[in-house]
């Protein structure tokens, strides 16, 4: 048997869970190249985010095609197999469905965002028990900044026929502290959602897999 098979026959044998991360990498890509296995091409591409599976995920398409050995096909698997775990967490979160905690919120949008390069802004519709109903992307941007439409953002939410709504972005550049654009760009939804009799339950700030809280913080 070859190297680049030798995973998937310990798949077979062994099931998924005996295998190391470089393993299961490798049997996505498949083959190496001239000079690497299949596991060794995997174990550099590891290498190259110091192991960590989070950092990894934020990889691109052309991120990886760096590598010998690892063309557009290969990226593109690599790439859909950590959206498709990102996915699974998510659904996981939505399992609890009610938000009785920043912490209950902060699960449920953070698999959404705590990868991205650029901003992007969410919201999440929730029912008068504070269940949610929805999520919708409503714009993204670039590394500081991105647009929110907050006519848009409530009329969306009235469709939804909410009862309350949280929002929800990500700071690229790691820092959790809201600047004041975000504090600005809170008392406007909180004032146009009052309008409407919905309530803000909150605006959580994601900075890689750390959160704030505007609630939490005595900011609403």
Known sequence: MSEDDRPREKL???GRQGLSNAELIAILIGSGNAEETAIELAQRILQDCNNNLLELGRYEVNDLCRF???GAAKAVAIIAALELGRRRQMSQADEKLQIRSSKDLADAIMPLLADLRTEAFWIIYLNRGNRIIGKERMSAGGVSGTVVD?????????????????VAHNHPSGTLQPSQADIQLTKKI???????????????IIAGHQYYSFADEGML
Not at 150 to 166: C, D, E, F
Not at 190 to 204: P, S, Y
């Open 150 to 166: 907050i006519k848009l953002l409530m009329k969306h939410a009235l469709q939804q026929l909410s009862s309350a709504i949280a």
């Open 12 to 14: 077979i044998s062994q």
């Open 68 to 70: 010998k050995g690892i």
């Open 190 to 204: 909180k004032q146009a959602a009052e309008l409407m009799d919905i309530r803000l339950l909150d605006h959580i």
